[in-house]
């Protein structure tokens, strides 16, 4: 167990639909980055939250957005769905937002299902 | 672009037969590299990493790997694979250009025979 909790586990939605997906970071750390896993692929870097302020973003549209809490935990909204945004949408946690030498813990993940 | 490779997709072996799963980047400058193992149903788990100091980093479960950095390579090995070794492993790099930003390899399924 890494302590970092997402809610859903699962979840289907519409194309056009909206989603809002959460997570619980690790204690003590303040740091969350999102990564989407399509099937078959390796996870890529969608964005991260550090001190409730975005701090860094992948190749991902603005249709992709997040929040991060004073409590540390986040959400990732994705908006007007598409079919390829069907992927486990995995969240991590760390401490010292974009610092080197960090090591991150990723949660189980979110089944997101477009359909 | 930077970028992470993972040649082998798939790979079956024996159990007690030895591993090398291949890892390269395509970057100049100062990496961190990691392994990240997912069992089914499981979330990522990190195997081990390397920041800096001896190339040979040895992991958890009897795994090792080793920076070549002239090579641009993080090979993950271990000597004697068992059933319970059967999941998919990523190779994943930082660059330092881009804070921690982890970048995935597209990922090995390794199964292992009984």
């Known amino acids: 167990e890494t302590g970092v909790t997402q809610s859903p586990t699962h979840l289907i939605k519409t194309r056009g639909q909206q989603v809002t997906l959460r997570c619980s970071s690790q204690?003590?750390?303040?740091?969350v980055s999102w990564y989407q896993q399509a099937l078959g692929q390796g996870p890529q870097f969608i964005f991260q939250y550090y001190r409730e302020e975005e701090n860094g973003r992948g190749n991902f549209p603005p249709r992709f957005s997040g929040l991060q809490f004073p409590n540390y935990s986040s959400e990732l909204n994705v908006n007007a769905l598409e079919l390829d945004d069907s992927a486990l949408y995995l969240c991590?946690?760390?401490?010292?937002?974009?610092?080197?030498?960090?090591?991150?813990?990723f949660g189980q993940g979110t089944r997101l299902t477009v359909v | 672009a930077q970028s992470v490779s993972q040649h082998n997709h798939h790979v079956i072996l024996s159990e007690a037969a030895s591993l090398e799963l291949g890892c390269n980047y395509s970057y100049g400058g100062t990496v961190n590299l990691f392994w990240y193992v997912q069992y089914p149903g499981q979330h990522l788990q990190l195997l081990l990493k390397y920041f800096s100091g001896d190339p040979l980093v040895k992991g958890i479960k009897g795994f090792e790997a080793e920076f070549i950095k002239s090579k641009f390579s993080f090979n993950l090995r271990k000597p004697s694979v068992q059933w319970s070794d059967t999941a998919e492993y990523f190779c994943a790099v930082t660059f330092n250009n881009a804070g921690n930003m982890l970048t995935f390899g597209g990922g090995t399924r390794l199964m292992v025979k009984p």
């Open positions: 204690s003590g750390h303040n740091t």
């Open positions: 991590a946690s760390s401490s010292g937002g974009s610092t080197l030498n960090t090591e991150a813990f």
